[in-house]
T-cell receptor, first 114, second 114 residues
Framework: ELKVEQNPLFLSMQEGKNYTIYCNYS?????LYWYRQDPGKSLESLFV?????AVKQEGRLMASLDTKARLSTLHITAAVHDLSATYFC??????????????FGTGTRLKVLA | DTGVSQNPRHKITKRGQNVTFRCDPI?????LYWYRQTLGQGPEFLTY????????KSRLLSDRFSAERPKGSFSTLEIQRTEQGDSAMYLC????????????FGQGTRLTVV
């Protein structure tokens, strides 16, 4: 069964610092998504990564995908308080029965301290 | 608003009662998913529809759970004889057909069983 693991699970960082969140998955897939979730809210799409070597950047966040290593990273540059949230990666899987589904990671709860 | 719409947003029910949630996907999205998210966890896949056909059900979906998508439009998720362990956020998502299509999530229905 596909497993998606994120680390760290919790991250407390100072404003202005850089950090990377890692997402490892256990089966072949070349489609990976990053979402942000604020407390009590739904999932907001951040990045769609659809091929090996894909890199996407938006503001202070940059995501990359290495399908050979089964690894995606979400890099935070010069963190600000507004980035405090929980971040999830999700791997898109397709079965021979014709089913698509996302398998989500455990989530990384980020807190940026002023 | 052309996003995924879920109703109700919040539901408090007594143990043993039946509840039904509704999801209106983005129009022309053939795929529809239900996920469940408990506090501090990532979303867990429940079931997947392609048009009106329910193609996969998770083992998490016990006999008390049933989902429908009549005519391939809106979907309902019913929980019969609710238990306290059913308390969670229920998320609906939809996407187009195709290999590299992104799923968009609704705001969710938060269920509390007392």
């Amino acid at each position: 069964e596909l497993k998606v693991e994120q680390n760290p699970l919790f991250l407390s960082m100072q404003e202005g610092k850089n950090y990377t969140i890692y997402c490892n998955y256990s089966t072949t897939s070349d489609r990976l998504y990053w979402y942000r979730q604020d407390p009590g809210k739904s999932l907001e799409s951040l990045f769609v990564l659809l091929s090996n070597g894909a890199v996407k950047q938006e503001g202070r966040l940059m995501a990359s995908l290495d399908t050979k290593a089964r690894l995606s990273t979400l890099h935070i540059t010069a963190a600000v308080h507004d980035l405090s949230a929980t971040y999830f990666c999700a791997v898109d899987t397709f079965s021979t029965s014709g089913t698509y589904k996302y398998i989500f990671g455990t989530g990384t709860r980020l807190k940026v301290l002023a | 608003d052309t996003g995924v719409s879920q109703n109700p947003r919040h539901k408090i029910t007594k143990r043993g009662q039946n509840v039904t949630f509704r999801c209106d996907p983005i129009s022309e999205h053939n795929r529809l998913y239900w996920y469940r998210q408990t506090l501090g966890q990532g979303p867990e896949f429940l079931t997947y529809f392609q048009n009106e056909a329910q193609l996969e059900k998770s083992r998490l979906l016990s006999d008390r759970f049933s989902a429908e998508r009549p005519k391939g439009s809106f979907s309902t998720l019913e929980i019969q004889r609710t238990e306290q362990g059913d308390s969670a956020m229920y998320l609906c998502a939809s996407s187009r057909l195709g290999q590299n299509t992104e799923a968009f999530f609704g705001q969710g229905t938060r269920l509390t069983v007392v």
